[in-house]
């Protein structure tokens, strides 16, 4: 089975600029989850997609949203890029939500804003 | 709000010798499962090893074992054996009993170098 992959895999943007990262799932699985890893900040939670409901959420601005597809494929969107908003982003996904199923994770997408 | 705490942001150990990372956890939660992973300079997320806490045997996945101490609310790693390639950042992750959903909280890390 192919592994969870992430699109694109780095991106440079500049402030004001919006972003969507995209994230698909191991076949089968239905629930994905987005983290952000900064250097300061550590691994944090954005949110949980499980068969097309946002399921969690983080403690994040409003300027990032996500979405799944029907094929539990997943996007994040961040609107108004920061600074302070590059970082690794991964995904993550298990066949169900909470930690029964063990949770896989993407390469990540390095975002960059300059 | 749960908090996982790694007091060692950095650990080195010679090859073939045993080292162990520690993390502790702060919850009101009773049904909740703790995990294990590795980060190399890849940057891919690995799992080492998960814990389901209502389990009183500690987990064992072939060279890594846990000591899962619920009443200290400790959960520390043990790697034997160690290898280069065990070198990588390890976080201490907890997560919610399943009806909370997916929602990993993790530690800040710790950088193990393992050298030859």
């Known amino acids: 089975k192919a592994g969870v992959t992430q699109t694109p895999r780095y991106l440079i943007k500049t402030r004001g600029q919006q972003v969507t990262l995209s994230c698909s799932p191991i076949?089968?699985?239905?629930?994905v989850s987005w983290y952000q890893q900064t250097p300061g900040q550590g691994l944090q939670f954005l949110f949980e997609?499980?068969?097309?409901?946002?399921?969690n959420k983080g403690n994040f601005p409003g300027r990032f949203s996500g979405r799944q597809f029907s094929n539990s494929r997943s996007e994040m969107n961040v609107s108004t890029l920061e600074l302070g908003d590059s970082a690794l982003y991964l995904c993550?996904?298990?066949?169900?939500?909470?930690?029964?199923?063990?949770?896989?994770f993407g390469p990540g997408t390095r975002l960059t804003v300059l | 709000a749960q908090t996982v705490t790694q007091s060692q942001p950095e650990m080195s150990v010679q090859e073939a010798e045993t080292v162990t990372l520690s993390c502790t956890y702060d919850?009101?939660?009773?049904?909740?499962?703790l995990f294990w992973y590795k980060q190399p300079p890849s940057r891919q997320m690995i799992l080492v090893i998960r814990?389901?806490?209502?389990?009183?045997q500690n987990a064992t996945e072939n060279r890594f074992s846990v000591n899962f101490q619920k009443a200290a609310k400790s959960f520390s790693l043990k790697i034997s054996d160690s290898q280069l390639g065990d070198t990588a950042m390890y976080f201490c992750?907890?997560?919610?009993?399943?009806?909370?959903?997916?929602?990993?909280?993790f530690g800040e890390g710790t950088q193990l170098t393992v050298n030859p």
């Open positions: 997609y499980f068969s097309e409901t946002q399921r």
């Open positions: 993550a996904s298990s066949i169900s939500s909470g930690g029964r199923d063990t949770q896989y």
């Open positions: 992750a907890f997560m919610k009993s399943p009806a909370s959903g997916s929602r990993l909280t």
């Open positions: 076949s089968g699985h239905r629930s």
């Open positions: 919850t009101s939660e009773n049904n909740y499962y």
């Open positions: 814990q389901e806490a209502y389990k009183q």
